[in-house]
């Protein structure tokens, strides 16, 4: 059995303006839409990621808050375990900086219509971690599909 093998992993976190509607972002690398994040690095714990990869994609100092949903979701023959996190409430636009390399732009959305713009394993995972929030628990996910 091989015993170095580890899960790529990576933690991001839903982010609200006072309307209500969720902070979706737009990498440059990639055509779809996803949540404020990224990967974990060896030795990093998922919410140290969090406010990293926060800090570095949009310029916030940001704890993150509790965590949302954990989820399981293997991808090209690769273990992946996914976190988000909650991530608060923005109150002004422009305390974003986006990371020029990595975002070319950022939107606030509706949280029924967030699905229409993340590929389906990000919409079932961000459906999750939204319901996980109205109801104050964590959620435990394979594929993005609850398994309480």
Do not use: N
Request: include cysteine; aromatic fraction near 6%; glycine fraction near 8%.
């Amino acid at each position: 059995m091989d015993h170095t093998s580890r899960a790529l992993s990576a933690a991001g976190a839903l982010f609200f303006d006072e309307a209500g509607r969720l902070l979706l972002v737009e990498p440059t690398y990639k055509p779809d839409w996803e949540i404020p994040g990224g990967a974990i690095e060896r030795g990093e714990t998922p919410s140290e990621a969090c406010r990293r990869e926060i800090e570095e994609e949009l310029g916030l100092a940001r704890e993150p808050g509790r965590l949302l949903v954990a989820d399981w979701a293997p991808r090209d023959g690769e273990d992946r375990v996914l976190f988000v996190f909650e991530g608060g409430l923005i109150t002004a636009a422009d305390e974003i900086r986006l990371q020029a390399e990595e975002l070319r732009s950022y939107e606030f959305v509706p949280p029924p219509l967030a699905g229409e713009r993340l590929i389906p394993r990000l919409a079932r995972r961000v459906a999750e971690a939204l319901r996980a929030r109205e109801s104050g628990e964590t959620r435990y996910l394979e594929h993005g599909v609850s398994r309480r």
